[in-house]
């Protein structure tokens, strides 16, 4: 008589476990929504980015037509003679020691060759290219013809034809400057600017 309770007692402990340890179901996450302050943010961030691409292209601008007039100003400080504007073509430039890279001053000295081309089609030049004492003879006649060459292609990559300039090395043998001082060398490292035809009449750009 006393086993039915217990077996009873067994079969709700058994059924009470089994309910306990059931799986519960597995939920969905909830969707997440557009947070609105991020896309007002990105949104902010996209207008920045185009408000300071239109900035940037609209000073390019300026700083060029600036130099542009700069150039027509030096030419039409100059006057109309023939002498003015082959005084300027003979302009030289300068470069760092063992260097041939055009330094930005030398640009726009270049940029003004430039335009003299351009407005006298039947101009042609030499370029040579002069190196201080320092150096080996054959290492510093390698090293004018880079610099010749450099401001060759300054002149070439902005529309004047290569066939109307010719380049020359004379390494350290013109010397400007006779010293052998920091000052004498770098009047020395230089580009200078020949005549080869066409300079009879110059125009004014």
Known sequence: MKRLPLLL????AVAAMVACGGKTPET?????????DSAAEAERQRADSIARAERE???REEAERRRQQQIADSLAAL????AAVRA????LIHFDYDKALIRGGDGSVLD???AILQANSGLRIRIS???DERGSDEYNLALGNRRATAAKQYLVSHGIDASRIETVSYGEERPLASGHDDDSWAQNRRDEFEIL???ENLKQP
């Open 9 to 12: 007692l067994s079969g709700l």
């Open 197 to 199: 035809s066409g300079g």
């Open 57 to 59: 292209a609209r000073e």
């Open 28 to 36: 969905t996450p909830a969707p997440v929504g557009i947070n609105a």
């Open 129 to 131: 290219g002069h190196c």
């Open 79 to 82: 006057g109309q003679s023939t």
């Open 112 to 114: 003004q060759k430039v």
């Open 88 to 91: 300027l073509l003979a302009t």
